[in-house]
């Protein structure tokens, strides 16, 4: 595929009005603050660009504060729908959708503008960006990336469900915007939760060993796609129930055995922790519809020596005692609250320690990315981009054609090249069978293992 992709067209998409609400972030928000994320969404045959532009105009209106900018203002971060607007712009590339493909996670694969989060901190640059690129053989790649701080993976899907039923002519979906989450949060959190926050102060030798980390991080890691197929996954629950002795989800075992099988292909037998986010809403009795940052996580020990499926059946305890158990915003707050806004920025997320090779595994799947709609077409694959390239990270969503498993992981250079090689095609396949039919797309993505 060139990686010179053509501009052809760019342009600013606004609702039309600006509502000028003002949401005031919250400590959450503002520890994500310096972060983007990006994802790409293919479809295999050509979007009309005005009606994409015209949609997100009607999406934007639902959901403002995508057109929105930030504020920052001594240490308060503030989102304000001021309907600057969103820039599209669409491109042409001379590979075709299957190259596209197998260039979702590349660093400069140009499928996507990443939001330049710190700077938009300062106001003035977009907190969503959007990029249609058209490939040789009538594809369409759909690249987003929006600002972490006003809101996670669920806030965006509510935005791209309300494209879609714009473009389609559909009913647009509710979307409640928080005027002040913190508040929010004090309102429904109970009064005693877990009390483990999810954040550290490091000392000043662990955070220049964390900068080192972070700053070499592309030249020291690689991205490895694996695809899981339903078939494979179905054997692995019948296996690791069968040993838990109770009923396991498709994300406790593709977790399991994920994680399970990369310790195995490193010859690591150490005792990890496993971090796993967790959609507060439906715990805290909020709505599905509501924009934000509501994330909370589960922390667990992982054994390699009990086996894939006591991981699974932990992570499944785990989840159902969460909220007596695991849920920690309130100890969130009050850490954030005692550091202060300013050495927010010192504070490290408890998943983010690659010295001691903790794993977080971020499940995307059942957010509804394969029920998106433009013009009749729905995407045949959709992917993390290369967001944050930090070791032992995993997204996972449904794999092509919303089928299987689609596990985007970061990993060390040598560990990465195991995974590809023999052994570790084998090992993380060792639940395919030769009769197993694979995505005929598959096929043409080879840099999907």
Excluded at 47 to 72: H, M
Excluded at 104 to 125: F, H, I, K, Q, Y
Excluded at 127 to 141: A, N
Excluded at 249 to 276: F, K, P, Q, Y
Aim: proline share 6%; glycine share 8%.
């Amino acid at each position: 595929m060139s990686i010179w992709p053509q501009l052809s067209r760019r342009r600013i998409v606004r609702a039309g009005h600006a509502t000028g609400r003002e949401l005031r972030c919250g400590l959450m928000d503002t520890m994500l603050a310096d972060l983007s994320v990006s994802v790409v969404l293919y479809f295999e045959r050509p979007l009309d660009e005005d009606r994409l532009a015209e949609g997100l105009a009607l999406a934007l209106e639902r959901v403002p504060v995508f057109a929105g900018r930030l504020r920052t203002e001594g240490e308060q971060l503030t989102a304000v729908c001021d309907d600057t607007g969103v820039p599209l712009d669409v491109y042409a590339v001379e590979g075709t959708l299957a190259e596209a493909m197998g260039r979702a996670t590349a660093t400069g694969s140009e499928l996507v503008d990443p939001v330049d989060a710190r700077a938009a901190r300062l106001g003035g640059l977009p907190l969503l960006t959007v990029r249609l690129t058209r490939t040789s053989d009538g594809g369409t790649v759909l690249g987003c990336s929006w600002h972490h701080a006003i809101g996670d993976l669920q806030s965006f899907m509510l935005l791209m469900r309300a494209w879609s039923a714009a473009v389609e002519g559909e009913l647009l979906p509710e979307a409640e915007l928080v005027d002040d989450q913190d508040a929010l949060l004090h309102s429904v959190l109970p009064e005693k939760d877990c009390g483990r926050p999810g954040f550290r102060l490091p000392t000043a030798a662990e955070a220049q060993l964390l900068a080192n980390e972070v700053a070499f991080a592309p030249r020291a890691n690689r991205i490895v796609q694996v695809l899981l197929t339903e078939d494979e996954v179905r054997r692995m629950r019948e296996e690791f129930s069968a040993k838990a002795g109770r009923r396991l989800s498709s994300g406790d075992v593709v977790c399991a055995h994920l994680i399970s099988t990369l310790r195995e292909l490193d010859e690591d037998e150490a005792e990890r922790m496993v971090t796993v986010p967790v959609n507060a809403r439906r715990w805290l009795g909020l709505s599905p519809a509501l924009v934000g940052n509501l994330l909370s996580e589960v922390h667990l020990p992982h054994r390699p020596g009990d086996g894939a499926a006591a991981l699974a059946a932990a992570l499944r305890t785990a989840v159902e005692e969460f909220p007596a158990e695991h849920l920690n915003l309130r100890a969130n707050l009050a850490f954030l609250a005692a550091a202060g806004r300013s050495r927010m920025a010192d504070c490290v997320p408890l998943g983010f320690d690659p010295a001691a090779r903790r794993f977080s595994f971020s499940n995307w799947s059942r957010f509804g990315a394969y029920g998106i709609t433009f013009q009749g077409q729905r995407p045949v694959l959709f992917s993390p981009a290369a967001n944050f390239p930090v070791p032992w990270v995993c997204w996972t969503v449904e794999g092509f054609d919303g089928r299987g498993f689609l596990c985007t992981v970061v990993l060390p250079a040598r560990l990465a090249a195991r995974a590809r090689g023999v052994q570790g095609r084998a090992a993380l396949h060792r639940y395919r069978a030769a009769a197993d039919a694979l995505p005929a797309t598959a096929a043409l993505v080879p840099r999907i293992i």
